[in-house]
């Protein structure tokens, strides 16, 4: 079995600037591939493996594409110690990417300064996800666990006339295995610290000429890394089965289908932080009073809650299927259709104040479903001429219930007020778009591209709050209710002209417009709020030059995008009074950065890689009507000073040695060292959810048989054991609740896998 190697780089350290540029101008699948196999055999490792990508719904060389791709193999992620999608958090430049607030299921993405920075279902996602072209629509349930995967490919800027949704960070497409192509399979056990412990399988075969079929499954267990110091619970768990088959059926030359049925469980305990701001109860008699001091220095990962076992964890089910289809009409013309159905149910108790006191503790309970088809014409001349006209319709239908429990909010000379808050809402979306894209060779070495596409999301939103009081504040009960639907427009363009310099040197120039609809605050638990519950769109132009070049012997690769992006109506969760959190259109901001990716192959069996990402990201204005001195809840700890998610500087090096055994195998070392640069956690920037610049460190060893049927791997990440934030949960005007989620400290794995085919 071939290794293949992951494609990052600092061009500048690599290769020349423009040998550095053409790399970042290449397909994702390019990029991917273009590592060398580090257990081959040395006198085969001369140059980096080809890649090919989709990230145009069409495959193509990397090197070829006028996108800012990165692009990571099976055994890229296996190299980055990736076990779900966060693994991906320090390989591609100007991208964040981590479990979610308080959520075992949920992951918050961010490119390039833009994502989504309130993880209620009512505001939709500002990268897309996707899984054999099929898109997530929420963040909850896309911690995919990485049990089958091909291929995944990171797009970085606005994604508006080729994917399924329209996106205004970027996407994340993950490519499952093709049963045709992944024939054999392989049986794969881990161990590590903490508790740790995953097996994994892979099957797949020919059930005959036409008709082929894939098993996959994954479990994933471990004892959590976060324990209460008194009772010896233990929290930050993982215990997650999946499932996954595929059958694949070839008829025809002509003709190509793949049905594929998915089922993911997971039950789990809470996922708890670290309260960083004293937690104040408000005594009506007494004033404020200070519950927990606030906390400073590295965190022991010692934790305490309110919420008694048992029952009281995270629980999910998300089964789904998909039905893709190809005909190729004629030599010129492909005509595909994806049709897919999801459901996802989601029961999360999540301790948002990560304390013994009950100030903001919640219960969310989601039962999603996800229709969606799209259709594709393609065409191909077979020379300069190619297009993409396709249809996409989504319906969406989001019901939840939540409780949030405040026991220990207020007081009354010391005795605490019962408060319990349930809601119940429901968020239907309907997505439809015709989008149309066409890529010219108009004259040798000059290529023009242009796409546009037209949106309409129209979303229907019904919400009812009641408050229960304890005594003596009964009569303060209500009950809040709205209705209310809406429907946003929007036409995205893009536009590209890229030019071959020569057969290793290509740049591009590119424009794209990215659009997100608009929704309504699910936080709207006043009469006011319901008034203005309704919020608008987000829009944003990026601007992109780009170079991509290998070295005439393909043993140097790289490229360099710099990009500008006008990103305006910002939507703001803020923290206002106590059980108030508008959502403002409140900025517009102006981004800017240069992206590097490279890879180089030194000797016969050393591969060198890196990137580095530097983000310029301000906002232009910010309307925030609790900056105003004479508003009653001014707080003058209180600025938009910097954006959330947004470190001016991201990088890594990689390097890996592959040794030649002879007769006992092959055994290969790698290793890796990533720099983040201080980061701000919620958009409200409190210094305390703040993360200063931290370096994360990994290592591993892998020793393959000599016919690739046995393997072992072992490895340690967070060598150094940082202590580090990688998220934040900001609701101030609540018990002043400022509360930071950690990294994982040290850990090592030891793991077997044997591969037949």
């Known amino acids: 079995m071939k290794r293949k190697h992951l494609s990052l780089a600092i061009g500048c350290v690599l290769l020349s600037p423009a040998a550095w540029a053409q790399q970042q101008a290449e397909p994702v699948e390019q990029q991917a591939q273009a590592a060398v196999p580090a257990t081959q055999d040395s006198s085969e490792a001369r140059t980096l493996d080809a890649v090919t990508v989709t990230a145009r719904r069409r495959t193509e060389s990397i090197q070829d594409v006028p996108v800012a791709v990165s692009a990571f193999s099976e055994d890229d992620l296996a190299n980055l110690q990736a076990s779900d999608v966060t693994g991906l958090q320090g390989a591609v430049p100007n991208l964040n990417m981590v479990q979610g607030r308080g959520s075992a299921n949920s992951v918050n993405v961010f490119i390039r300064g833009i994502g989504q920075p309130d993880a209620l279902q009512t505001f939709d996602p500002g990268v897309g996800m996707y899984v054999d072209d099929v898109y997530y629509s929420r963040i909850n349930g896309a911690m995919f666990s990485l049990f089958d995967i091909g291929q995944v490919e990171v797009l970085r800027g606005p994604q508006g006339t080729l994917y399924g949704k329209n996106s205004t960070g970027g996407a994340i497409k993950l490519t499952t295995k093709n049963p045709f192509d992944n024939q054999g399979g392989s049986v794969e056990?881990?161990?590590?610290d903490y508790g740790r412990n995953e097996g994994r399988f892979y099957l797949s075969g020919s059930l005959s000429d036409?008709?082929?079929?894939?098993?996959?499954?994954?479990?994933?267990?471990n004892d959590g890394y976060v324990r209460d110091p008194d009772t010896g619970r233990h929290f930050n768990n993982?215990?997650?089965?999946?499932?996954?088959?595929?059958?694949?059926?070839?008829?025809?030359?002509?003709?190509?289908?793949?049905?594929?049925?998915?089922?993911?469980e997971q039950d789990v305990a809470l996922t708890l932080g670290r309260p960083m701001a004293p937690l104040i109860q408000t005594d009506l008699a007494l004033g404020p009073v200070v519950l927990h001091p606030g906390s400073s220095g590295d965190w022991d990962y010692r934790a305490r809650t309110s919420f008694d076992p048992p029952g009281h964890g995270q629980t999910l089910e998300h089964t789904g299927g998909s039905l893709s289809m190809e005909w190729d009409i004629n030599s010129q013309w492909l005509f595909k259709s994806i049709s897919s159905y999801r459901k996802l149910k989601t029961h999360s108790f999540i301790d948002i104040d990560a304390s013994e006191y009950e100030l903001g503790d919640v219960l969310v309970a989601m039962n999603q479903d996800q229709a969606s088809q799209e259709f594709q014409l393609q065409y191909d001349n077979g020379s300069n001429l190619h297009g993409i006209f396709g249809a996409y319709y989504m319906r969406e239908n989001v019901p939840s219930h939540q409780e949030a429990y405040a026991d220990d909010l207020f007081a009354l000379a010391g005795m605490p007020i019962d408060f319990l808050r349930t809601i119940d809402d429901d968020l239907t979306t309907t997505s439809v778009a015709a989008f149309a894209h066409v890529n010219w060779e108009f004259v040798p070495t000059w290529t023009l591209a242009a796409g546009v596409r037209w949106t309409r999301d129209k979303k229907e939103y019904d919400r009812s709050t009641s408050t229960f009081w304890g005594a003596p504040f009964g009569a303060l009960n209500e009950t809040v209710a709205f209705s209310a639907e809406h429907d946003w427009t929007a036409v995205t363009p893009s536009v590209s002209l890229q030019k071959a310099f020569s057969d290793n040197v290509m740049g591009y120039v590119s424009a794209n417009r990215g659009f997100k609809s608009g929704g309504f605050n699910g936080r709207a638990n006043t009469v006011y709020d319901?008034?203005?519950a309704e919020f608008d769109p987000e829009y944003v132009w990026t601007y992109e030059i780009g170079l991509k070049a290998s070295s005439a012997d393909n043993r140097l690769r790289g490229s360099v995008a710099a990009f500008k992006s006008d990103y305006s109506d910002f939507q703001a969760r803020v923290s206002q009074d106590v059980g108030t959190f508008p959502v403002l259109n409140a900025a517009e901001l102006d981004i800017q950065g240069i992206e590097f990716e490279g890879s180089a192959l030194l000797g016969e069996a050393t591969m060198l890689s890196a990137q580095v990402g530097w983000l310029d990201a301000d906002y232009a204005r910010f309307d925030d009507f609790r900056l105003d001195p004479t508003y009653p809840g001014y707080d003058p700890n209180l600025n938009h000073d910097h954006v959330p998610f947004s470190p001016k500087v991201t990088a890594r090096v990689a390097l890996q040695q592959g040794f030649s055994l002879g007769d006992a195998g092959s055994l290969t070392i790698g290793g890796d060292v990533s720099y983040r640069d201080k980061t701000w956690l919620s958009v409200d920037n409190r210094d305390v959810l703040s993360q200063g610049a931290y370096t994360l460190v990994g290592l591993y060893g892998v020793w393959d048989s000599p016919q690739y049927?046995?393997?072992v791997r072992a490895g340690v990440r967070n060598l150094t054991d940082e202590n580090y934030k990688t998220e934040g949960q900001e609701f101030a005007s609540v018990g002043n609740i400022q509360t930071a989620y950690y990294g994982l400290p040290r850990n090592w794995y030891v793991s077997l896998r044997y591969n037949f085919f």
Do not use: C, N, Y
């Open 189 to 192: 056990m881990l161990v590590g």
């Open 210 to 221: 036409t008709v082929a079929a894939s098993i996959a499954g994954a479990s994933i267990r």
């Open 238 to 264: 993982e215990d997650t089965k999946a499932l996954r088959a595929k059958v694949a059926f070839a008829p025809t030359d002509s003709f190509r289908a793949t049905l594929s049925l998915d089922h993911t």
């Open 530 to 532: 319901t008034q203005h």
């Open 709 to 711: 049927s046995w393997q």
